[in-house]
């Protein structure tokens, strides 16, 4: 292969209209000719000592610029410190030492002309291992004898946390009825269109790093790229392009990150890392595979009395920075029955290290197995009682009455009405549909004929933790995540503004939304605000973009920032008046003093704050005319309500959704195309990962799913029928955040997660068996439909 | 090896290894920034080409296999009708049938090589070509939309079953 032709200028339009043929500006689209190309050597084995890590027959491969395993980097790259063990940091060295820890962590890293040639010298590594038993479920981890993932780590249950208050044995004790099952969600990850992909540089001319990276997080990034380098974090620039797809992913600090940024200072070259398919399903960061051992205890008139919860989470190999170990289980935690009156609750979550891939976030964290849980406690408890599902979740919802409610596991809730929510959607169903029966009903779904198609109905109702501030993120133990989100907004000389933003775009349509929300505060046309986000150099630091922070965290700040700059406007243009500030009056972009007879328009203003014709006085009229804001108030709430009707084929046992209804209350609805899009796109990511996504190992510890024909993700194929519906009602607005939004990013997966869930359970229930773990795959419903007898159990007194 | 072959209504003779696939020749060494390695398993349809007529996953061609044929990107649709914007272009954006954008042009591919057909097609066709292209962020559901109803606005929707 020659070297790289020079990209054509092509970007047909603003916006992203220039999608649809090739304008977008991912990594892979940075790369120029003379960009050295990074490969890593991965393990082979799950758990091993690791001898000597051989790298000469690489470095005198052809096309080879450079390798270095762990040992040579000795003193050139510090160990970044992450959490990992009961309370405690490690340091973590980014490429293995001493030993491995599961398939696919990085050994060695290669540096050459092209792809091929580092592809085939990685090929010609010789890695000397030791194999070790690998350990590889939640028992064997915590049997005695089992041995450590990681020494350095002095335990394997490497995160434990209890949260509750009250007797709920007590509770339990005296209940009408207790639900006692244990629900699964799989192994699962997020992937991204695009893969995870880094391209570095060390700027010559301004001493600046500059690393180019499909993240989530640049300003944490930067942190972490500047901690390993020992450099200034003022010399470390972290710029995003074009992101195809996040979805949580890209909100871990990868390992190749910072080895990559590394690797462009140590050789002063442009070099770039573009992880392809099968590093991203094996060794970049999976989710959830984690189990929820409930206990829940209800009157004789359906009210929960009790909830006693066990989380378990098979973290994997490693933990993920920033967010750490912690994510998973104290996620599922927090969101279990969040919409419900709950009077006595305790929750304990662990996190267990297994040697698989080290686990992360993916879209609806902890949120997804949590509502399948709650909502599946509920229909069993309206089964036992003889009452309709319906009716056992009136009588638990929260409602505004009860606002704010001090829930015992998940926290305040400062406003919302789920109960409504409930009410509305189901108030809107068409009264033919087959769905509204079967949640209203007493009786059990009936069994099919012989040869017709299984068929269930799941009801859910839940709430999102949204945007979560820096006080969440310590109650948890993690210090490595800011928790605010900043902004500022600065006049330029030629009277139009620029919003820049700490959070990092990955498809969701900040700019636009953002644009006319910052031009409504300030009084000008969406068209003379410019947003930029995602570069470091520019931005104010902040978190990034995940847990719906954007409409939360994001633009308030943005908002705050708007207003004080707008008040600041009228300061500057009561001294141009030369009269009071209470005197000066807008109308459109033109000020005018109190006479009326002296005007400014908006551009003479920035025009005269920037080419002053003589020294100034005062604060207020320097330049540069910014304003910044800032926001840290998190969590909010928003609420969902959701029906799902499912389909079983009952000979090959493949499910399908027929038809899913939701009805979403996000706070104020700032762009309702936006929001729908959000829950579209986020019902199929769930409808997959109730359906279809489960990474599996073999009893070696090699992920038996490598490729998009092993690891299913939903296709077309896979869409039902959507009625979706936003409720936008000022009583629920949210009062932590300056918009009123409560975010939306994350309710259309945990919601399809729950309500598929639950259906399928109904579905195989119709046939005589039980369905607690999912994804629903053909295999695991055959299994279910199969254990007859198993009606009824979980279900004391 | 020597390969000739029509790239986006031009003429390339280049001297390609054998063991490079199209996707990497057009992405990495001819500036098609349209085609987008997503798995280069065969599977995410984010690499879609158009050859002669046919819409293919150039991950899974070998750059020699074009000699001889005619290869359309994304960048080349519109070209190829002549006009500035393709009519499946339109529709997407029309519908903003995308969030980050990385499957667009795959599916702007997929669905030219349905619209250059001339039968009637029902909406079940339409999810069967486009269940070869993923998409994680949109759900489909603007895409599909997008391109029925281009099909309606030229007479080319038929109910489902009447075949």
Known sequence: MGPAAPRPALRPGPGRGRHTRGGGRYVADLVTSGTLVIGFVRSSFARARLGQVDLSRVRSSPGVVAAYGAGDLEGLLRPLPVRFGPGKLYDWHLLAKGSVCFVGEPIALVVGVDRGSVEEACELAEVDYEPLEPILDLDSARSAGAGLVREEAGSNVVFLASKGSGDVEAALASAEVVVDRVFHLARQSACPLENRGVLAEDESLSGELVVCSSTQIPHILRTAVSTVLGRPEGSVRVVVPDVGGGFGLKCQVAAEECLVAWAACHLGRRVVWLEDRWENLVASNHAHDEQVHLRVGFASDGTITAVDAEVTVDVGAHSCYPLSVALEPSSTAAHLFGSYRVPEARVRSLGVATNKCP??????????????????????????????????????????????????????????????????????????????????????????????????????????????????????????????????????????????????????GHGDVCRQQVADVLGVAAGDVTVVEGDTGRCPRGTGTFASRFAVAQLSAALRASARLSSRLVEAAAARLSCEVDEVKRDGEVFSSGSGDERVSLKELARWLYVPDSGRLGRSLEVPFAESGYWDDGPTLPTCAMLALVEVDPETFQARVRRIAALEECGRVLDEAVVLGQLRGGIVMGIGDALLEEHRYSETGDLLTSTFMDYLVPTASDVPRLDLRVLDDDRLHSRRSESGAKGVGEAGTIGAVGAVGCALAEAVRAAGGSLDELPGTPLRLFRSCASQGAEGSGVLR | MQVGFELNGEHLDLDVEASVSLADLLHSRLAAASVHLGCEQGVCGACAVLVDEEAVRSCLMLAVQADGRRVTTAEGVARRRGGRWSEVEAALVGKGAFQCGFCTSGVVVALEELLAGDEPLTREDVVEQLSGQICRCTGYVPILDAFVSLLASTGRMREEGGR
Do not use: C, K
């Open chain 1, 359 to 508: 686990t992360g976030a993916y879209r609806g964290v902890g949120g997804s197995v949590a509502n399948f849980a709650t909502e599946r406690s509920l229909d069993e408890a309206a089964r036992a009682l003889g009452m309709s599902r319906l009716e056992i979740r009136r009588r638990n919802l929260l409602q505004l009455a009860d606002m704010p409610y001090a829930h015992p596991i998940g926290g305040l809730v400062d406003t919302g009405d789920p109960r409504m929510v409930l009410e509305e959607l189901v108030g809107g169903l068409d009264p033919e549909a087959p769905w509204l029966a079967a949640i209203q009903s007493l009786e059990p779904a009936p069994s099919p004929a012989e040869g017709e198609a299984l068929l269930g109905v799941g009801l859910v109702v839940f709430g999102e933790h949204s945007s979560p501030g820096s006080e969440v993120y310590r109650s948890r133990g993690v210090t490595e995540v800011p928790g605010y989100d900043a902004a500022s907004v600065e006049l330029l000389e030629d009277g139009t503004f620029a919003v820049y933003l700490s959070s990092a775009d990955a498809g969701q």
